[in-house]
């Protein structure tokens, strides 16, 4: 059977609850303070434009690396059977947008 509690050991498991609560109640304080609730809220929020913009980054580079691999081999030399057609599909696209501004002005 357990020894009785005396006085003193109840009194000092009082000041020992107490200071638990309070330092629970400090704790919650801080974290419904109205400047921690914007702190958090801006954190959030920095870390999903983060995430966003990486996803961004990401997939960008990965159609930039695709691209750049469809007009230039394994040893960075440019394919010409690729470029060429590509340049001249990009001189008529400019081309014909060229004509068609200098008709639409007359």
Request: aromatic residues 2%.
């Amino acid at each position: 059977m357990p020894e009785p509690r005396t006085p003193a050991d109840i009194e000092a498991d009082i000041v020992r609850r107490r200071h638990q609560l309070a330092e629970a109640l400090d704790e919650l304080a801080v974290r419904v303070h109205p400047q921690t609730l914007v702190g958090d809220a801006k954190a959030r929020a920095s870390a999903a434009v983060d995430r966003t913009a990486g996803r961004a980054y990401v997939a960008v580079n990965r159609v930039v690396s695709q691209a750049r691999g469809q007009f230039v081999d394994e040893q960075g030399s440019p394919r010409l059977e690729r470029v060429v057609p590509a340049a001249l599909a990009a001189t008529a696209v400019v081309g014909l947008c060229v004509l068609s501004a200098r008709r639409k002005r007359r």
